[in-house]
């Protein structure tokens, strides 16, 4: 990775981070996560300057061109997002890495972004979930009454039925929906049924759901992708970004590599944290009811079943036993103001 890092790029990264003229910098690179369309670097170094040798850290992300289902430019999404408006948007409770650089051609696109050194993944506690679910309602909420201009300057977004799609797309593979209505599935039956009924309810179901507001869904918006630094949330990864509806996100919060021991707690802390945060700039009738728990087993239903098929540990099919069981206990209910 060192010889792909073009010196001259890094000190301008460099002045902007450190506001100041770069003589010489040593440094190294440490992969932090990455796959065959991406790659992202943290590079920790010294950089000499006129004041003295003054430490950094910074990290660059490389995105390959690549066709996500339904998608097809995400890849190279977040790099018209940094370079739109969309900062703006952002207060220090609720914000995104702050970019130093942009870098774009036909086939790949380079971020040079803040390293952001806070709590994160598993480790968020109650409270850090319930913050991350206020602060994204109120992020939404601003931005649908304000509707700032820049928005519709921003042209790749997903789509606004990009969740009803994705069920769709999970509930065509016959893998997943005859294994839950055969005879040698080893899922409780309970679990099964759950689906099963949401099936039968589906196109109720969003017809639901598509009458709630329309607002700027993360749409990747869980624990990894979530920091909370100084008891602020920040946001990494907003390459899926786009038009949603309302509840979308915290169905991700909630379900996507859950703390089930937590799982039931979290739902009802996060959405009455999250319609809170919304409804400080909406007006409440906005918000007619809750879709969270549907959300979820639409974004994640047959999802569980496909990783409890292809689990090769018991420990692992018992994780997304576990998980599902705790999605039947949570009860979605019409939101009250």
Known sequence: MDNEIKIETLNIVLKKLLNKDIINVDYTTKELHGGTVGNVQLITGIAKTADG?????????ISKK???????????????????????AFSNSLRWPKCYHLEQNDNEIQLWIEYIDGISGLDLTPDMYE?????????????????????NEITNLSCTDYAKKFYQHYRSWNVVYDYIRSNDCEI???????LIEFDNNSDEVFKRIEKLPVVF??????????FNKDSNTILIDWDTTGWGYLGEDIASLIADEADVENMVENYHRCTIAYYKGFSEYSNESDIKYNCVHEFILALFGYRFIEW??????????????????????????????
């Open 66 to 88: 690549w066709e996500r289902y339904n998608d097809i430019h995400s890849w190279r999404r977040e790099y018209d997002l940094y370079a739109s408006n969309l900062g703006t």
């Open 188 to 194: 409780p039956k309970h679990l099964c049924q759950m």
């Open 308 to 337: 409890y098929i292809n689990a090769e540990t018991f420990d692992e099919k018992t994780f997304h036993i576990n998980t599902l069981q705790k999605i039947y206990e949570i009860k979605s209910e019409n939101y009250e103001v």
């Open 217 to 226: 869904c993360h749409r990747d918006f869980w624990v990894t992708n979530i």
């Open 131 to 151: 913050h991350a679910a206020y602060e994204l309602g109120r992020f939404q909420g601003k931005l649908f009454i304000e509707k700032p201009a820049f928005l």
């Open 53 to 61: 040798e003054i430490p950094f850290n910074v990290v660059l992300k």
